[in-house]
């Protein structure tokens, strides 16, 4: 099982409130992702980071900031909250798997079920 | 474009009976497929992973297959449990950048009924 972890796993809030959605894992692993994923649609990349200090944009604009100041956590953070940020955010990490040298697998933690009233 | 696509959109099985999800994509260069499972609410949990040279994978009841010539690939589930009931999403690598950029499908969701 993967050691990566996310909280709030539910938040509810108001518009306007500042928030921030945490991601920390145990496993080592450089390389952080966040995406944001709507009810049975994919999953879309907002935000990754291969290390220490190394944040990028994914594919999918987001107003959300994030921030990698340790390896193991990634923090996601939305200055004001509207009833469009309303969906489910899935943190991941990557890195070398046991099986073979060669191939890295995705870990991806619970989620956080956001809904912006 | 590097797109996955997934088929069926949505499954309903009888619990104990097989069924089998599709999965074709055009990404490329490839690197790997992965296959995950995602239960409602919950992030997805790696199923099996199979590079170029590989054809099959097993995990359990779930075996993946891989035709990299045709870009296609197969999730076979056998004797379905109630706990099977999840979306299946295919997810599909490159090697053409740093990162291995993923390609994720939307996903099959499977429904097992008693």
């Known amino acids: 099982e993967a050691d990566i972890y996310q909280t709030p796993r539910y938040l509810v809030i108001g518009t306007g409130k500042k928030i921030t959605l945490e991601c920390s894992q145990t496993?080592?692993?450089?390389?952080m992702y966040w995406y944001q994923q709507d009810p049975g649609m994919e999953l879309h990349l907002i935000h990754y980071?291969?290390?220490?200090?190394?944040?990028e944009k994914g594919d999918l604009s987001s107003e959300s900031t994030v921030s990698r100041i340790r390896t193991e956590h990634f923090p996601l953070t939305l200055e004001s909250a509207r009833p469009s940020h309303t969906s489910q955010y899935l943190c991941?990490?990557?890195?070398?798997?046991?099986?073979?040298?060669?191939?890295?697998?995705?870990?991806f933690g619970p989620g956080t079920r956001l809904t912006v009233l | 474009k590097n797109q996955v696509e997934q088929s069926p959109q949505s499954l309903i099985i009888l619990e104990g009976k097989n069924c089998t999800l599709q999965?074709?994509?055009?990404?490329?260069?490839?690197?790997?497929l992965r296959w995950y499972k995602q239960d409602t609410g919950r992030g997805p949990v790696s199923l099996t992973i199979?590079?170029?040279?590989?054809n099959t994978k097993s995990n359990g009841r779930y075996t993946a297959t891989l035709d990299a010539d045709t870009k296609q690939s197969s999730l076979h589930i056998t004797a379905s449990q109630l706990s099977d009931s999840a979306s299946y999403i295919c997810?599909?690598?490159?090697?053409?950048?740093?990162?291995?950029?993923?390609?994720f499908g939307r996903g099959t969701q499977l429904t097992v009924w008693p």
């Open positions: 980071s291969y290390g220490v200090n190394s944040t």
């Open positions: 496993m080592g692993h450089d390389k």
């Open positions: 991941a990490s990557r890195g070398q798997g046991l099986q073979s040298k060669s191939t890295d697998t995705q870990y």
């Open positions: 999965c074709n994509y055009t990404v490329s260069p490839f690197s790997n």
């Open positions: 199979m590079t170029f040279s590989e």
């Open positions: 997810v599909v690598s490159d090697r053409g950048s740093t990162l291995g950029r993923l390609y």
